[in-house]
Nanobody, 124 residues
Framework: QVQLVESGGGLVQAGGSLRLSCKVS????????MDWFRQAPGQERDFVAA????????YYVDSVKGRFTIARDIAKSTVYLQMNSLKPEDTAVYYC?????????????????WGQGTQVTVYS
């Protein structure tokens, strides 16, 4: 079983930066993929970024490319999401997810292990 705990959310002005962290505990298999999803009020939970645990192959939704960077530190069992040039539309609860690589890294349904979420609010 995998446990995920997010941190690093907060209130930031548009154009600013935040770094989210997801501390992972439990068994992580070599074929795992770690994701960040986000859910804005009244909307569905959407894919943001993903990284394969061993090879560090990364994927991003188009709206964050060039602004967000996903990374992982195996020694610290932590996944990060560096968010720069934040916009009000980035406001959401951000969730960390983990699971075997099914090829559907962008799909919420591909993951059984989720964190509790961390709120990011960007004001203009």
């Amino acid at each position: 079983q995998v446990q995920l705990v997010e941190s690093g959310g907060g209130l930031v002005q548009a154009g600013g930066s935040l770094r989210l962290s997801c501390k992972v505990s439990g068994i992580i298999f070599n074929n795992y993929v770690m994701d960040w999803f986000r859910q804005a009020p009244g909307q569905e939970r959407d894919f943001v970024a993903a990284i394969s645990w061993i090879r560090a192959v990364t994927y991003y939704v188009d709206s964050v490319k060039g602004r967000f960077t996903i990374a992982r530190d195996i020694a610290k069992s932590t996944v990060y999401l560096q968010m720069n040039s934040l916009k009000p539309e980035d406001t959401a609860v951000y969730y960390c997810a983990a699971g075997p690589d099914s090829g559907l890294y962008y799909s919420e349904g591909a993951y059984r292990n989720w964190g509790q979420g961390t709120q990011v609010t960007v004001y203009s």
